[in-house]
């Protein structure tokens, strides 16, 4: 393959003598006839061509001779008018003969693209058949007009002869051109057959390329693969005399195992008859794990049951209590309270019961000959001695007060209404029982002895929750917290307390008894220190105000209620009770409180739901036939812990000092009345 087998072709140049045609390939009937006779110029032009005259001067003499050519009859005399005549004629002819060229020519050229070689050829034969008349005669004289007339005849013979040779050799070099142009036709299509076979060569020959440069990649992937694996052999070779090592190594390690292995086989024989032993005992553990199932079952059916009776003998003794108690609390005195007085000793009251259910006030200071017995000569103060259902001395601490109550959260959960009040003139330690000192924080003192009511009220539901549990018991707690400020309900729970424009109502759910207050913040609680939270806040939002009595007096009822729903999974039991825990506003006579304006209103308020309470109770206890209830906000709110479902406690908070003797006196008085009262048989509340 050569390196241009890409490029077309190129045609090879023809060679011929005159037209570029070898003569070899010219078929021979194509080639010229050969001529007659040519007039010597003509036979001496051709001589001198250099294509012809190795083939046609030679072979001159070898032609078989040829007819004479046929020339036009002579012409007629006169001779001077013949002469004109030849003249004229010799010049048709001559101007005949060259148009006649000019015409082959012009043909020739229009059909086809023969070289102008053979053009010139016939124009200089033409022009060299032309002899020059003169140059080889003597001129003639003047006179010898019969010798010029011979001489132009001879001369027209000879030119005519010319032209008539010139015609006939170009009607042969017209039939040879038709020859050529045959020829031309073929070569042409010969050579387009060519260029066909050339290019579909050439895209065989691109074809094989390509697949040369596929074979080559394929070899070179062929020859990368071959080195890998060569690679591959090298490394399993190198791990194979590797692993032979091993096997060596493996093979005497086998033997040693394999004395392991028999030494093994005689202790797992051992090994398994201890198991057949340990599944013997197994069984009968498993006998007895049964036995004792059973057992606990039964147990814990009974426990149910001694539930249920717990429960009912709960209630029993609760109602043998009263279902509705009060308990009076009389305060210590504070530090700033024991500079006042020198000795910490309260004169004006004391405890004479053991059992702690009485307390008496003896009025000291201002006795009056009514109210004094003369012993001797010795003035004996007034008492007024009270009964209650128990009496807490200033030393009693909030653990003490609570052991008393906690019964009745128990009767909470058991599914009874509950209201505890705190009672009592401002300043007498009701904010303390309920809740515990200010300076305490609800969320983090949870373990302080101060700790109040509520939060350990709180702490016994979940606690007592987590052991009801395992009994079956599932228990929903949502609870609030409200205060009632000037016969206005707000909202403790709120995050700003100060948005007065919620108004809040207390309203009757469906035609049902119970009751709800609209647009208050009810929180479903499930962790007790989600409630510690609320407390907190609601301590928070509290309205507080200074008074003349107590400078951080409360001014309003506080209500924190917890709403118990239980659930057992295992009995089918339901029960639904609620705690209310409240702290009642500071009840003031007017003339002490020294309040005016606003404060005055505040007080008027207080005193009013104060009185209705005992108004409230009274009706209970008398079986009245109209219970008013809505005469206050604080028992409309409570009217379902106050009637025949539920168990009331109050606590009356007693201040030590002694200049609230009066106040001491009223509530100490108001108490009486509420203890005097027997309001009905408490019903658990099933849902
Ligand atoms: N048992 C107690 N032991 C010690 N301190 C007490 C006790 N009871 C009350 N206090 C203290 O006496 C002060 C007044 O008590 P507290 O604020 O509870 O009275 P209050 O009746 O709630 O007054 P108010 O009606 O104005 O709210 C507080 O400083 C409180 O810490």
Not at 205 to 217: A, F, N, P, Y
Not at 229 to 255: K, M, P, R, Y
Not at 371 to 386: A, N
């Amino acid at each position: 393959m050569s390196e241009h087998s890409n490029d077309k072709p190129v045609p090879k140049p023809l060679a011929t003598p005159n037209i570029g045609i070898p003569s070899t390939r010219i078929p021979s009937k194509i080639k010229p006839p050969k001529m007659n006779s040519l007039h010597p110029a003509v036979v001496h032009i051709q001589s001198k061509e250099p294509g012809n005259q190795d083939e046609n001067a030679p072979s001159q003499a070898k032609r078989p001779k040829m007819d004479p050519p046929r020339y036009p009859p002579p012409l007629s005399k006169p001779a001077g008018t013949g002469l004109k005549r030849a003249h004229s004629a010799l010049s048709l002819n001559v101007s005949t003969c060259s148009s006649t060229i000019s015409v082959a020519r012009g043909r020739s050229e229009k059909k086809a693209p023969l070289g102008p070689s053979v053009v010139n050829r016939v124009t200089t034969n033409v022009k060299a058949s032309v002899p020059p008349a003169k140059s080889k005669k003597t001129k003639r004289p003047a006179w010898d007009l019969k010798g010029r007339i011979q001489d132009i005849e001879e001369q027209f013979l000879v030119s005519r002869k010319t032209n008539d040779e010139l015609i006939s050799q170009l009607k042969l070099n017209e039939e040879r051109i038709a020859l050529l142009e045959g020829l031309n036709s073929e070569l042409s299509q010969d050579v387009q057959c060519k260029e066909s076979k050339t290019q579909e060569a050439n895209e065989v020959l691109e074809q094989l390329q390509k697949s040369l440069r596929e074979k080559e990649e394929k070899l070179t992937t062929v020859r990368t693969r071959k080195e890998s694996l060569e690679n591959q052999v090298n490394t399993l070779q190198q791990e194979c005399t590797g692993l032979q090592s091993t096997i060596g190594q493996l093979t005497s390690a086998q033997a040693g195992l394999q004395a392991h292995l028999e030494a093994t086989k005689v202790i797992l024989q051992q090994a398994q008859a201890e198991n057949e032993a340990q599944k013997k005992m197994i069984q009968e553990l498993q006998a007895k794990l049964y036995d004792k199932e059973n057992k606990i079952c039964v147990l814990e059916t009974r426990t149910r049951q001694d539930e249920q009776t717990r429960r009912k003998l709960h209630n029993i003794i609760q109602e043998l209590k009263g279902n509705i108690r009060v308990f009076c609390r009389v305060r210590p005195l504070l530090p700033n309270e024991l500079d006042e007085i020198p000795e910490e000793h309260i004169p004006h009251i004391a405890f004479p019961d053991p059992d702690n259910r009485e307390v008496q006030l003896m009025r000291l200071s201002d006795i009056s000959l009514n109210e004094s017995s003369v012993v001797g000569k010795t003035k004996t103060p007034v008492k007024y001695d009270f009964t209650f259902d128990r009496v807490f001395c200033p030393l009693s601490n909030q653990s003490e007060v609570f052991d008393e109550i906690s019964q009745l959260v128990q009767s909470s959960l058991d599914g009874y209404n509950v209201c505890i009040f705190a009672y009592g003139q401002t300043g007498s330690g009701k904010t303390y029982t309920m809740e515990g000192p200010e300076e305490l924080d609800l969320t983090l003192d949870l373990d302080s002895p101060c700790l109040g009511m509520i939060p350990r009220a709180v702490q016994q539901i979940f606690s007592t929750e987590q052991e009801l549990q395992k009994k079956g018991w599932q228990y929903k707690m949502d609870s609030y917290f409200l205060e009632i400020y000037n016969e206005v309900i707000h909202d403790l729970l709120v995050d700003s307390p100060s948005d007065n424009s919620v108004k809040h109502e207390i309203k009757m759910v469906g035609k049902g008894s119970e009751l709800y207050v609209t647009n208050l913040t009810t929180v479903i609680v499930k962790t007790e220190k989600r409630i510690h939270q609320l407390l907190k806040k609601a301590r928070k939002n509290r309205a507080v105000a200074a008074t003349k009595c107590n400078q951080h007096s409360s001014r309003s009822h506080s209500v924190f209620r917890i709403k118990l729903s239980g659930n057992n999974s295992i009995t089918g039991e339901t029960c639904e009770g609620t705690l209310n825990l409240v702290d009642l506003a500071g009840s003031e006579r007017l003339k002490d409180s020294g309040s005016e304006g606003q404060r005055l209103e505040e007080t008027k308020n207080i005193n009013r739901s104060l009185a209705n309470l005992g108004n409230v109770i009274m009706a209970l206890s008398q079986k009245a036939d109209h219970i008013p209830y809505r005469n206050s906000k604080l028992t409309h709110l409570l009217m379902n812990s106050l009637g025949g479902n539920s168990k009331v406690l109050m606590f009356v908070n007693v201040s030590p000092k002694e200049e609230h003797f009066n106040e001491t006196l009223n509530s100490l008085r108001f108490a009486t009345k509420v203890n005097q009262c027997q309001i009905g048989t408490a019903h658990k509340k099933v849902k």
